[in-house]
């Protein structure tokens, strides 16, 4: 498979901002953005697409963790505690 074009790249990375956009505005509900979503993969190697969705949970775990900070396993609240 060739690398894709500079317009195949912006294409694809319009389509995905697009799709997420849609998720961010809808909470994250799937169905309502199945036009976006078929277009994005439509769009995207599915390479892509895969690593789009992998980055965006990490990205959103970054945001989670700065916004909420760390805790450690072992100072967690456990439920087996008495």
């Known amino acids: 498979m ?3 074009t500079g317009e195949e ?3 694809c990375h ?3 901002d697009s799709y997420f956009t849609c998720l961010s505005s809808n909470g994250n509900d799937e169905s309502a ?3 976006e979503k078929d277009n994005y993969t439509a769009v995207c ?3 892509w697409v895969s690593y789009f ?3 965006k949970v990490f990205d959103e775990y970054k945001k989670k963790l700065n916004t909420e900070g760390f ?3 072992d100072e967690l ?3 087996n505690k008495q």
């Open 2 to 4: 060739p690398a894709p």
């Open 9 to 11: 790249r912006r294409n």
């Open 14 to 16: 319009a389509a995905r």
């Open 33 to 35: 953005c199945t036009k």
């Open 45 to 47: 190697p599915a390479t």
């Open 53 to 55: 969705a992998k980055k």
């Open 71 to 73: 805790i450690p396993a």
């Open 77 to 79: 609240p456990s439920k």
